[in-house]
C-alpha cells in the first residue's frame, strides 16, 4: 500500500479499519469491488473514503438520493453515529426537507440560485420567510 498523504502503511491501515468500523463494515468489504457492494454498503464505502484524510469540511451533493428508504434511514443513523465521533462541518444538498431537517444543523432553502431563507428546523416551519418557504416545507414533509 502506497503512502497516503504521508502517512505510513499502519496508519492508513488503522485508519481504515476504524472508518469501516464505524460505518458498520466488516473487513471483508474492503476486499470486494465497489459492484459487488449493495446501494448501501457502496454508501458507506464513499463516507469511508471521504473521511479518510479526516478534512475539516465535506461537501455532500444528494449522497443519500438514490438509496431505497430503509437504506437511507440506516445511512442517516451511521452518519449521524460519525458526526458524534468526529464532528466537522458538513455541506449537504439535497432535495429531500426531512432529510434535512433530520441531519442539519441549519437549513438554507434556494430557489432559482437565490436564499430564501436559513435558520434551524423551528425557524423553517414556525416563520416561513415567504410564500415558496411556506409551499415548500408543506409540499415535503410527511
Known amino acids: 500500500m502506497a503512502k497516503l498523504n504521508n502517512r505510513t502503511k499502519e496508519e492508513i491501515e488503522l485508519r481504515t479499519k476504524k472508518l469501516m468500523e464505524m460505518t458498520d463494515l466488516s473487513q471483508e468489504h474492503g476486499l470486494k469491488f465497489p459492484y459487488q457492494l449493495s446501494g448501501g454498503e457502496q454508501q458507506r464505502a464513499g463516507l469511508c473514503r471521504a473521511m479518510m484524510l479526516d478534512p475539516k469540511i465535506f461537501i455532500l451533493d444528494e449522497a443519500f438520493g438514490a438509496l431505497d428508504v430503509t437504506t437511507k434511514y440506516e445511512i442517516h ?33 434556494i430557489e432559482k440560485g437565490e436564499i430564501q431563507q436559513k435558520g434551524n428546523k423551528e425557524d423553517i416551519l414556525n416563520s416561513p420567510a415567504n410564500d415558496f418557504v411556506k409551499y415548500f416545507t408543506a409540499s415535503q414533509l410527511i
Open 77 to 109: 443513523s451511521e452518519f449521524l453515529n460519525i458526526q458524534k465521533t468526529e464532528p466537522r462541518t458538513i455541506v449537504l444538498v439535497t432535495h429531500d426537507l426531512n432529510e434535512a431537517f433530520k441531519l442539519a444543523d441549519e437549513i438554507v432553502i
